[in-house]
């Protein structure tokens, strides 16, 4: 029997996952408008921003592809009606997960120099990116716990209280933003970059005690952690070996746009800074979409219900592509509006506008691939996603981003690679999807 895939159902899911999934790009975006309109050295601490977001982003999404393992797990035994089997599964991960990132601290934090410095970071942007770093930091663990209890609940087919955590964040991280940056007169001295970094460290800590509440509250899954370990951590721990590779490769990609925009002076980090991380919101709000390709492929492919799939597939790619041209649409009704949110500067406006042109172009082409994205890791084909970004970031982004850098391209060079980086990353997972699923459904 086929399950018929609605708009409703789908908006039900992804609606909730795109708020929640832009809470980390609005924290770093909040942080990069706040100190972008600072009176004092704000170029050299938005350069710092940029630098260090893209550092802990590469962090975060290597750990963080936590959320996407659990949630193809969970949604594959709710599909199947075996879901008891599995729910000691999620403390385990959260437990591992955990453990990991404060190792990760303590092999950064004393290094942050040398880190920074492979960035082409220094002098008083190198300075500022060590002081925003060695507090963000700690923030880490916290965010990754916050992050795989997502999975669960997506999972559980349920992005609400995901979506209630995140607003509380966010909301809190803006209200600490602008009391710690600019300080509040006999009470809080002007914290400037360091306030920022603290903002955002009290705003994932507080997600991380929404989260705790809600699964304890809301779901029958337990947090305290059981041994032995559960029979599934192994396709867990496999999952998240590819996709840890996989993650590698993508920051692989944002590590040289970063290093090439920091080697072209401080007004070309600065604009690249606003123009990467608006593209990362762009990201994070098509990822409701993907998120919802996630959680309904993880639970029909475990149903077997392979008609279903294509018929979600289908829907997805039109879904996607509105939601790539409304989000460029937008974006070039504010062209101008939105680069002074961020800075005065008339110099980085000025590469900003320049190059924010391809950032809304590239909007469809993202929707495509973010959303087939959240389809296989929803099917647990953790393995073909790695493959195929291996491929697209070290056959095709990185030649590109060279080249374009020998023709002196600068900061269109660096989105030119991204955009057909893109592309690469898309087309083969459309294409080996409808191979797949296709055949299987004409089987059934």
Same mark, same amino acid.
């Given at each position: ?6 708009l409703?159902q789908?908006?039900?899911?992804a ?25 004092l050295?704000a170029?050299?601490s938005?350069?710092?921003? =940029?630098?260090?977001? *893209? /550092?802990l982003s %590469?962090? +975060? ?8 393992? $659990?949630?193809? @797990?969970?949604?594959q ?21 955990t453990?990991?990132?404060v ?9 942050a ?13 190198l ?7 060695q ?5 880490f663990?916290f965010t990754?716990?916050t ?7 997506? =999972?559980?087919?349920? *992005? /609400?209280?995901? %979506?209630? +955590?995140a607003?509380?964040g966010?909301?809190?991280?803006? $209200?600490l933003d @602008?009391a ?18 603290y903002a ?14 809600y699964?304890?509250i ?8 059981r041994f ?20 590698i ?7 040289f746009g970063?290093?090439?925009a ?5 007004t070309?980090?600065a604009?690249?800074?606003i123009?990467i991380?608006l ?20 639970k029909?492919y475990?149903a077997?219900?392979y008609k ?14 509105l939601?790539?041209?409304t ?10 509006p ?5 800075t ?5 406006l ?5 190059i ?18 959240g ?11 790695r493959?195929?970004?291996l491929?697209?970031?070290?056959l ?7 080249a ?8 269109y060079?660096?989105f ?5 980086w893109i ?10 999807f409808?191979k797949i ?8």
């Amino acid at each position: 029997m086929s399950t018929k895939i609605t708009l409703k159902q789908i908006n039900k899911l992804a609606i909730p996952a795109l708020i929640s999934g832009i809470s980390e790009p609005i924290l770093s975006l909040t942080d990069a408008a706040i100190i972008g309109n600072m009176d004092l050295n704000a170029t050299e601490s938005l350069a710092a921003v =940029g630098i260090v977001t *893209t /550092f802990l982003s %590469m962090l +975060i999404w290597v750990l963080g592809q936590t959320r996407s393992a $659990i949630s193809s @797990i969970v949604s594959q035994y709710l599909g199947a009606d075996k879901l008891g089997e599995i729910k000691n599964l999620p403390a385990q991960a959260i437990f591992l997960i955990t453990s990991l990132s404060v190792i990760i601290i303590l092999a950064t934090y004393p290094f942050a120099s040398q880190i920074f410095k492979l960035y082409n970071a220094s002098d008083l942007i190198l300075n500022y990116s060590i002081v925003y770093y060695q507090i963000r930091v700690f923030g880490f663990p916290f965010t990754l716990f916050t992050i795989a209890v997502f999975g669960t609940f997506r =999972g559980l087919q349920n *992005t /609400f209280y995901p %979506m209630i +955590i995140a607003i509380a964040g966010s909301v809190s991280n803006i $209200i600490l933003d @602008i009391a710690l940056v600019y300080g509040i007169e006999g009470i809080i001295p002007a914290l400037h970059i360091e306030g920022a970094a603290y903002a955002s460290v009290i705003a994932q800590i507080i997600m991380a005690g929404l989260s705790v509440y809600y699964l304890l509250i809301k779901t029958d899954i337990p947090l305290l952690v059981r041994f032995p370990f559960n029979p599934e951590i192994k396709s867990f721990a496999l999952m998240i070996v590819n996709l840890f590779i996989r993650t590698i490769a993508l920051n692989v990609a944002l590590y040289f746009g970063t290093s090439f925009a920091t080697k072209y002076g401080p007004t070309y980090i600065a604009a690249y800074t606003i123009a990467i991380n608006l593209w990362f919101l762009g990201a994070f709000l098509i990822d409701g979409y993907a998120s919802a390709g996630n959680i309904l492929s993880g639970k029909l492919y475990g149903a077997k219900e392979y008609k279903s799939l294509i018929d979600l597939s289908n829907k997805l790619i039109k879904y996607g592509i509105l939601i790539g041209l409304t989000i460029a649409i937008i974006g070039g009704l504010l062209y101008f509006p939105i680069g002074s949110v961020f800075t005065d500067d008339q110099n980085v406006l000025n590469e900003f506008y320049n190059i924010f042109w391809t950032v809304l172009a590239m909007q469809p082409l993202c929707a495509l691939a973010f959303i087939f994205d959240g389809v296989f890791k929803g099917l647990g084909k953790m393995q073909y996603l790695r493959n195929v970004l291996l491929f697209s970031t070290l056959l095709v982004f990185i030649p590109v981003i060279i080249a374009a850098d020998n023709l002196g391209y600068k900061l269109y060079g660096i989105f030119m690679a991204f955009t057909v980086w893109i592309i690469a990353r898309g087309l083969p997972l459309i294409i080996k999807f409808r191979k797949i699923f296709r055949t299987l459904a004409e089987n059934t």
